[in-house]
């Protein structure tokens, strides 16, 4: 009767010590792992090296941009003017004197007249007109033609009008001439003029035109020409 009474208080005993040394290894961290995700080694709170953005040589972070959201923007750099395009702006029409748009009239503010009277063929005058101004302009019909003392402008030679208006570029010259007098009497008595003004179809402002110290001779039979791309043309 005793033996089995001291069995079982044994056995009691001895799951205590057991009980007693678990709860020690448990203190001291070597406590019982689970199988599975709870058995991986806990990852680092710090970024692996591959996340973090590179560093500029000045120590700056520099994030990595796709290269296909870098075109466009409003950066310098690349092709074009880098406002959302890339493509180079085209060049303004301004630019070009020559551009119909940018076309004047040519008057007494963007030319300058020369008068030479001619050998040949005879009687004759030679207008030369050059464009000083920064555009074209174009020559509207004729000369206005005023001699001194002249009661009325000469009238002009139908048959010598172009097929188009007579345009200038900077710097060019277009020409007119002009038939002082008959020389065999058809044009009257006629004088002899010291000075002149030319004017221009459309504009009231005259400019004047030095002629030679000794005046020319004019008649009743003075006629000029339109103005024309060639000084042969002008005296044909």
Not at 173 to 184: F, P, R, T
Request: hydrophobic share 35%; charged share 20%; with cysteine.
């Amino acid at each position: 009767m005793r033996a089995s009474v001291r069995r079982p208080r044994l056995l009691a005993v001895a799951s205590l010590a057991i009980a007693s040394l678990a709860l020690t290894a448990c203190d001291k961290g070597e406590g019982i792992r689970e199988e599975g995700a709870a058995s991986q080694p806990a990852r680092s709170p710090q970024s692996p090296a591959q996340d973090k953005p590179a560093t500029t040589p000045g120590g700056t972070a520099a994030a990595k941009t796709p290269a296909a959201k870098r075109t466009g923007g409003t950066g310098t750099g690349g092709t074009g003017t880098g406002k959302g395009g890339g493509h180079a702006s085209a060049p303004a029409a301004d630019a070009d004197p020559g551009a119909p748009e940018n076309r004047v009239p040519c008057t007494a503010d963007n030319t300058e007249v020369v008068a030479t009277p001619v050998s040949r063929p005879l009687n004759h005058m030679l207008l030369t007109i050059t464009n000083t101004g920064s555009t074209l302009c174009d020559l509207a019909d004729y000369p206005i033609v005023k001699f001194e003392g002249a009661q009325s402008v000469p009238p002009v030679m139908e048959h010598t009008k172009p097929q188009a208006v007579t345009s200038l570029r900077p710097g060019k010259k277009g020409y007119a001439g002009v038939i002082l007098s008959a020389g065999d009497g058809r044009g009257g008595k006629g004088y002899t003029a010291r000075s002149l003004e030319i004017g221009f179809q459309g504009s009231d402002k005259m400019t004047e035109v030095a002629l030679p110290a000794e005046g020319v001779h004019i008649d009743d039979s003075l006629r000029v020409t339109y103005w024309l791309t060639t000084a042969e043309d002008a005296l044909s």
